[in-house]
């Protein structure tokens, strides 16, 4: 039986993009996954995921990784319906993904408040029905998934790093870190618009967007626009 795994990283970040992973296996690699004791990546440091990810694709017949870019996503949650934002633009991707390895069943972790719903969104976007799991917490409760979330965030992790060595130092990217406020609001005030690595449409950005205009951030250095 050939299982996938599907899972993302950053979505709720203000920079960078959205990393959504899909992790294909056969019966041996599911075993070789348990044996690794691959977890969710957010209980793994950056350097536990940095190691276990070579293995994991050792022992993954296949990986597809689909980058959302921030311009991707502002196109959809600022002129998309309600039902047509980033639920819906990430149940595409992950339908892309699973078109692509063509797995028996498939394990996603549910981005939807209401995993049912996310199912039938990807599977109205397959061409042939499948065994489609969609499930809140799935990246805990199945190491396949955990695989998914640990690709996905390494990989995220490194397009965030090669930003970090252009732009400076934003901190996570999460509007609760003060790094990344700052970053914002002096972005904001420097540039006539936002880089587009920026998620324009998330309410911290536009908030930020209209401090900038009149207040002062006390930074030494010009963030490059």
């Known amino acids: 039986m050939l299982l996938l795994g599907v899972d993302e990283a950053g979505r709720g970040c203000v920079i960078g993009p959205l990393i959504i992973a899909g992790v294909l296996v ?12 691959v977890r969710d990546s957010k209980l793994l440091s950056r350097s536990q995921r940095e190691v276990i990810v070579p293995m994991i694709e050792e022992a993954a017949l296949r ?45 996603v972790d549910a981005a939807d408040v209401r995993p049912e719903r996310f199912k039938q969104h990807i599977l109205e976007n397959l061409s042939s029905p ?11 409760n199945y190491p396949i998934v955990s695989a998914a979330s640990l690709i996905a965030k390494v990989d995220r992790d490194r397009k965030v790093a090669r930003l970090k060595a252009t732009y400076g130092d934003f901190g996570s990217g999460y509007m609760g870190d003060g790094k990344t406020k700052e970053f914002l609001l002096n972005l904001a005030r420097t540039c006539k618009e936002y880089p587009d690595f920026i998620r324009c449409s998330w309410k911290p950005a536009r908030l930020a967007k209209r401090l900038g205009k009149t207040k002062q951030i006390g930074l030494d250095e010009k963030v490059r626009c």
């Open 130 to 140: 499948l065994e489609l799991v969609s499930e809140h917490n799935a990246d805990r």
């Open 63 to 107: 990986i597809c990784i689909q980058e959302v870019s921030p311009s991707d996503i502002d196109e959809v949650v600022m002129r998309g319906r309600r039902l047509h934002k980033l639920n819906r633009l990430e149940a595409r991707r992950m339908a892309t993904i699973v078109e692509k390895l063509r797995p028996d069943v498939a394990v």
């Open 26 to 37: 056969d019966t041996e690699g599911q075993m070789k996954l348990l044996e690794l004791g």
